[in-house]
């Protein structure tokens, strides 16, 4: 008898985990390349659009509840020292301002590796108290009112700071997270280095760089004796509520968490935070309904952020550009605290070569903690190793694309197993072909011979990123009495549209038209478990399961259905949400089904199944970029940028291409704006904002063409789909910057590309 839990392995954002995961009661024929399906897989309008476009969806922000009090932060103006005074007498005086809560409300807390509310300041931002009145403008004069006397103490806000012979203690335990250097290696990569006929070393830097949601961070929360509900603004509902339970020790069926729609995350909502635990304490201190929402300052200085990075790159190859040594020592400037994001795991995974070795430094400093943005540590590696590659080009006298192509991987080497399916090999042709890499490059050249001001350059890189999902994960598929579908599972939409592709999900698998099925999510107490939505899994890892809860419905339906039209259930069919009877002319809809059985429900549940042992499951991409520099401003604009990918099955076109240009505009702002600036002397954040904090606005926008490869992966689950979110951010900003490289003929190792940096190139400087 088969094991019904077994071990699997989850990859989520470069960390793999082992699982102990039931088994699905059905394992469905997976849908390969050549499945007959006839809605997953078309271009159809998001099922939330008119709520959206109508002012009616409800984010965080609209919750409105009896009563509700409105909570806002009192935050430390210095980087490092310890309160000696916190006097909040005058705030509690202003009328309309209803209590306070300080660290010695919340002691069994912590926030970013330290207590909510701690007296100790570890950066300059950080929430020392929160301060509730009838309405946010009551709460943030009452949070200017309170007197803070801190001690300061020095600050380290530097890599060179937190690293130099006298720097200050960061964290008690010392400024690095581990000690000493995580290391990683095969064969013998300084050996081959000795022995390789080309070697190219370049430093490259990237900057630490922020999410900048439209919806910023916020939660309301609302007891009922001692139940508690929280509407969040997260990617886990789950974890959410895991969080708070275990803050303020309730058992979790206490606890509903509940997310209607989002403006914005990119792995920076993940968990509770601040302003969770100061909106339930300050509910439960004070009998009233309570929210807080985070400000654009706090939202930008508190929240999370990519870590910056510098990474020392060498790499070894023969003359025919066949890599033979691969290494990196990278530095990465942690924050007060975070998650260790490995820059280096990209360098032993994108090229073949027998011989690699990475090191990682992690460095902690006086500055908020890094977390979670999108494809967190491959996308700052990628830019240190496909900067170097062109660097290894220009050196070889080898056309970029070619020189990948000739490294080219076809196994997972870092752990020695095969790829469920891979076509990178594609997204080179592809996009290449649709970009016209080879005449753009000659017409760049010829372009740049006449040219006095305007150079155009083009460029190209390449992407890899863990993206098979996996367990656990379940759905419930509802046929309700008048023929409609619920779908019903614990995910999120984060505005990738969710909704959308599970409701196409059910509908092919089940047999029902699309405008008969409902998708119900973002409920802790609605509906079952399913994990954060993170490093690219919501699809492959709940897709699955509304599968086999839609194939299980359809089996009872079905079987209804031979009773009433006196028939066997392998003569019938189910489409169009109409059962028939094969070779005859009865046939009846599920509607009149439903009236049949009266206030008997059709319910089937799924659940996700373990992913293929020994297998890596990753998305592919290509990314070709031409930009036009100004050499007598150092302005830089991206022209055109053609991505191909490869995902597997794509469920819904419109909605995963608009997945590729989100993030290929993330990736601009990486490369050409983005940048957190901290002031060295005071560790004060100097662009805290929208405004003095570049992104993209819609006159930076490229030409995009951004598109699949057509492929499934039967392999990687029975929906052939793998991730698509993180992937398109990746190759975007080497991709720019090796075009600028092209256009100047001289290369500039940090980004972003801002004007000064691009004169200094041009100086020497």
């Known amino acids: 008898m088969s094991r019904r839990f077994v071990a699997t392995k989850v990859e989520v954002e470069g960390r793999e985990e082992i699982k102990i995961v039931e088994r699905p009661d059905l394992e469905p024929a997976p849908w390969d390349e050549h499945a007959a399906l006839s809605v997953v897989g078309q271009r159809v309008p998001r099922v939330d659009a008119p709520e959206k476009v109508t002012g009616q969806a409800r984010y965080t922000a609209d919750v409105q509840r009896p009563a509700m009090l409105h909570a806002e932060f009192v935050r430390a103006r210095v980087a490092s020292g310890k309160v000696t005074r916190l006097d909040c007498s005058r705030a509690l005086a202003l009328p309309g301002v209803r209590g306070v809560i300080t660290a010695e409300d919340v002691q069994t807390i912590s926030h970013q590796g330290a207590p909510l509310f ?71 990569a300084p050996a081959a280095r000795a022995a390789a006929d080309v070697v190219v070393t370049r430093e490259y830097r990237t900057p630490c760089v922020l999410h900048t949601a439209i919806e910023t961070h916020g939660a309301a929360a609302e007891w009922t004796g001692d139940a508690l509900t929280v509407w969040e603004s997260t990617q886990g509902i789950f974890q959410v509520r895991k969080d708070v339970a275990r803050a303020f020790k309730l058992p979790l069926n206490r606890v509903r968490v509940v997310k209607d729609y989002m403006g914005g995350g990119f792995g920076a909502k993940n968990y509770a935070a601040a302003h969770t635990y100061a909106a339930v304490a300050l509910a439960r201190k ?92 491959h996308t700052e590696g990628a830019f240190a190793l496909e900067c170097a590659m062109d660097a290894l080009a220009r050196e070889l006298g080898i056309d970029p694309l070619d020189l990948r192509r000739r490294n080219y991987a076809p196994a997972d080497q870092e752990k020695r197993r095969p790829y ?190 373990a992913n293929p042992q020994d297998t890596a499951i990753s998305a592919f991409a290509a990314q070709f970029a031409e930009v036009e520099v100004d050499v007598e401003t150092g302005i830089v604009r991206v022209l055109h940028v053609t991505s191909a990918h490869d995902s597997g099955r794509i469920i819904n076109p419109t909605l995963a291409e608009s997945q590729l240009v989100g993030g290929i505009i993330q990736g601009l702002g990486y490369a050409v704006f983005e940048e957190r600036v901290l002031d060295v002397a005071t560790g004060r954040h100097l662009n805290p904002n929208t405004h003095d904090y570049k992104i993209p606005t819609i006159a930076d926008i490229p030409v995009i063409d951004a598109f699949f490869v057509q492929s499934a992966d039967p392999v990687a689950n029975h929906t052939g789909a793998r991730g698509v979110a993180e992937a398109p951010i990746i190759p975007t900003a080497p991709a720019i910057a090796n075009a600028v490289a092209d256009a100047l003929g001289v290369e500039i190792a940090e980004i972003p590309l801002t004007p000064w940096r691009v004169l200094d190139a041009l100086t020497g400087r």
């Not at 012979?165 to 250097?181: E, F, M």
């Open 118 to 188: 701690d007296t100790t300041i570890h950066w300059a931002g950080q929430p020392i108290a929160a301060l509730c009145a009838d309405t946010p403008d009551i709460a943030r004069h009452a949070c200017a009112l309170v007197e803070v006397d801190i001690e300061t103490s020095p600050h380290a806000v530097t890599i060179e700071d937190a690293l130099g012979p006298s720097a200050p203690a960061v964290r008690p335990s010392g400024n690095t997270p581990k000690g000493q250097p995580r290391i990683a290696s095969r064969g013998d």
């Open 286 to 377: 004070l009998g009233r309904p309570v929210r807080c929402l985070v400000d654009r300052e706090g939202e930008q200085t508190d929240t999370g952020n990519r870590p910056a990075t510098r990474c020392h790159v060498t790499l070894g190859a023969r003359r025919d550009g066949t890599l033979v040594s691969i290494e990196c020592d990278a530095t990465i400037a942690y924050g007060y605290s975070g998650w260790l994001a490995s820059p280096a795991k990209i360098f032993h995974e994108l090229y073949e070569c027998p011989n690699v070795h990475t090191s990682e430094t992690f460095v902690f400093l006086n500055a908020g903690a890094m977390d979670s943005f999108r494809a967190p540590g």
């Open 420 to 609: 469920s399916a891979k076509h990178l090999d594609r997204c080179y042709a592809e996009g290449a072909e649709r970009f016209g890499w080879t005449q753009r490059r000659v017409d760049a050249a010829e372009s740049r011979e006449h040219a006095r001001r305007l150079r155009r350059g083009v460029g190209m890189a390449s992407q890899i990123w863990p993206a098979g999902g996996g367990p656990p994960a379940y759905a419930t598929v509802r046929i309700n009495p008048d023929g409609t579908v619920d779908v019903l599972t614990g995910t999120q939409d984060l505005g990738t549209g969710s909704r959308t592709v599970f409701a196409q999900i059910a509908a092919e698998s089940l047999g029902a038209r699309l405008t008969d099925v409902r998708t119900v999510l973002g409920d802790t107490e609605r509906t079952p478990y399913a994990g954060n939505s993170w490093g690219s899994m919501t699809t492959a890892s709940v897709g699955p399961a509304v599968r086999v809860a839609a194939l299980q419905a359809r089996a009872r339906v079905l079987e209804a259905a031979a009773e009433l039209l006196e028939s066997d259930v392998a003569q019938l069919e189910l489409s169009e949400s109409s059962v028939r009877v094969r070779d005859g002319d009865r046939s009846m809809t599920l509607a009149q089904i439903g009236r049949k059985l009266g206030d008997v429900m059709i319910i089937g549940e799924g659940s996700r199944g």
